[in-house]
């Protein structure tokens, strides 16, 4: 039904000015790349099905660090990143599409480590204020704003040394490997996908959940109006048709 679906594009697509340029990455369940093969992933199967939608392209360019693709964008360097959750108003240079699924970030922690019970947490730990009282390292995604739980808590973890940055969620699932901490706050779906594939189990702690709706972020310098509307409507003819709910649905995030 769904390949059924995406045969429709020929009807709509009249193709972007341009091939759309975005940078390889690796980032479970979302989007996922190995060298010399084909990405796989939730985000890459609504992007492949945008693309057949409106007959544009995409141009995979060399991985950025993570805070610099953002800078990239604004500079048309780059024309398209995944799962920006939309600011009003938008950074200067930038531009949303309607979004096309929800993030949740959340607090997990360590259970299990390659079959090894670890003592549970969530009978001492209900808060960030708990987990500043008992001074509990956390791990923390190197983003702002995480959301409205865990933002009040965020300067006096950091001034008690409790918080330790991580990059990117492969990373902080290395640390929680390592035992850097037993706490992590993150993206929950990736943070499962990624430890799962550890042989670690994780918990989903009662406090610090956000949910928030993500979008495509486009390069007002180098996405004309004309190609990010061609993009936006096509989006919301896959949502109404059932496409991206269907793609949502078999990764369990529908």
Not at 82 to 102: K, S
Not at 108 to 124: C, D, I, N, V
Not at 147 to 163: I, S, T, V
Not at 218 to 244: H, I, N, P, T, Y
Request: with cysteine; net charge positive.
């Amino acid at each position: 039904m769904l390949l059924l679906l995406l045969g429709m594009s020929a009807a709509w697509g009249v193709g972007c000015r341009q091939a759309l340029r975005i940078t390889r990455a690796s980032w479970p369940p979302y989007l996922v790349y190995q060298e010399g093969g084909p990405h796989s992933g939730m985000d890459f199967e609504i992007l492949q099905a945008l693309m057949n939608e409106t007959g544009c392209r995409l141009q995979w360019v060399d991985p950025l660090p993570r805070r610099r693709r953002v800078l990239q964008l604004q500079e048309g360097e780059i024309d398209l990143i995944l799962a920006a959750t939309p600011r009003h108003p938008p950074a200067p240079g930038v531009r949303y599409t309607r979004t096309y699924r929800d993030e949740l970030l959340g607090v997990l922690a360590l259970r299990s480590l390659q079959g090894r019970e670890l003592p549970a947490l969530a009978a001492r730990l209900s808060s960030f204020e708990d987990v500043l009282r008992t001074r509990t390292p956390l791990l923390v995604l190197n983003a702002g704003r995480l959301g409205p739980d865990f933002e009040p808590w965020r300067a006096p973890l950091r001034e008690a040394g409790l918080l330790e940055p991580f990059e990117t969620h492969g990373k902080g699932v290395a640390m929680l490997q390592r035992q850097r901490a037993r706490l992590i706050l993150g993206d929950v779906a990736s943070l499962l996908d990624l430890a799962r594939q550890q042989d670690m189990v994780l918990q989903l702690m009662p406090f610090g959940m956000v949910r928030a709706p993500v979008a495509f972020m486009l390069s007002e310098k180098s996405v004309s109006e004309a190609d990010a509307q061609l993009l936006d409507q096509a989006l919301g003819r896959l949502e109404a048709r059932g496409v991206l709910r269907e793609i949502r649905r078999r990764y369990g995030l529908d």
